[in-house]
């Protein structure tokens, strides 16, 4: 039997706590810490034998963690603590503005590459699973169009971003997909649909004393890169309705390649999710990619990476012999 990889978390919010579950769940890892930037003594982890330490004295711990699965938000935490971490550890983490990727890879590389460290960047289900299904689309099918739905459901990062506009409170985003767009993909149809036409955002924020609801509105419907490209509604509701009506975290969504093989025959490809809690599943991904990083490290594979430079069968923990058998 070989030793069990010993996971770090970086961060415990939703993400880090389903990183925890997803772990407990894997009996090739050990979780051997948690790292926050709150006091330890307050975070209560579901496995209290886990010792919680202090996000600063990280670096303490270098010899005794394998990997570390960063659990920060994008829009502010992972552009910073990315690159340090993957300084000094194996890092996996879910960066997930699209625009930014390049740059940050770049950013993340810089530090990975001449520490011999390993860092797998914007892993989870889009980017990540999502990204794999488009590229196998795009390959297979070279003549046709892709094209990525999401929702209907709570978008973490986007939540994150509201949450962050000055006179909020509290709050959270919804991407609901637009269903006539979704059927004339599925027929076969190559329609050419605007980012508006594919989706519509619903945002629902409790407001900070004091502060201007007008005046929110517009700094979130103009905010770029997450709501100003796309027909975005705002809510105000009370922090009762809050918790009443959007504590849950469902997301999913669709992948489709249309195209042609001769000029007479159409093939269209799907790849579906319906999530019941979009961090427990992207915190699975994490821990499934968690493995594969150790893997790469330990063959000398250092740097940034991605999911589309990582070979399927390094997710799982069965040998090559038995996913050829089992799965092949």
């Known amino acids: 039997m070989h030793p069990r990889i010993k996971i770090g978390i970086a961060g415990y919010g939703n993400l880090g706590k389903g990183v925890e579950m997803a772990i407990a769940q894997s009996p090739d890892m050990e979780l051997v810490g948690v790292f926050t930037r709150r006091n330890p003594a307050d975070v209560q982890l579901l496995d209290s034998s886990i010792p919680v330490h202090a996000q600063d004295d990280i670096g303490q711990f270098r010899d005794q ?35 930014m990727i390049p740059e940050y890879h ?32 795009e390959a297979i099918l070279p003549v046709g169009t892709t094209y990525t739905f999401w929702g209907k459901g709570l978008s973490q990062g986007h939540s ?32 050419e649909l605007s980012t508006r036409e594919k989706h519509k ?6 407001l900070a004393e004091g502060a201007d609801a007008a005046e929110v509105e517009q700094s979130i419907v103009s905010m770029p890169h997450y709501f100003a490209e796309y027909d975005t509604s705002v809510t105000f509701i009370s922090e009762e309705e809050l918790r009443r009506d959007h504590a849950a975290m469902p997301h999913g969504g669709v992948v489709m390649r249309s195209g042609t ?68």
């Open 160 to 191: 994150d971003a509201v949450r962050r506009v000055p006179g909020v409170k509290a709050g959270v985003q919804y991407t609901i997909p637009a269903e006539a767009a979704i059927e004339r993909v599925r027929n076969g149809e190559l329609p």
């Open 106 to 137: 770049a950013a993340v590389d810089k530090a990975a590459a001449p520490a011999g460290k390993t860092a797998l960047i914007s892993v989870g289900w889009d980017p990540g699973l999502f990204s794999l299904n488009r590229l196998y689309g």
């Open 261 to 328: 093989s001769d000029a007479g025959t159409t093939q269209v490809v799907e790849y579906t999710l319906k999530l019941g809690s979009n961090p427990e599943f992207t915190a699975a991904v994490l821990v499934a990619y968690a493995r594969a990083t150790y893997r790469l490290n330990r063959s000398g594979v250092i740097g940034a990476q991605t999911v589309l430079d990582v070979a399927p069968g390094l997710l799982s923990p069965k040998s090559p012999a038995d996913l050829r058998r089992e799965l092949l």
């Open 201 to 206: 955002r619903e945002c629902h924020v409790v």
């Open 65 to 99: 963690i394998d990997v570390l699965i960063l659990c920060g938000g994008s829009k502010n935490d992972l552009p910073e603590q990315g690159p340090a971490l993957a300084a000094m550890f194996n890092t996996v983490d879910s960066f997930d503005t699209h625009a």
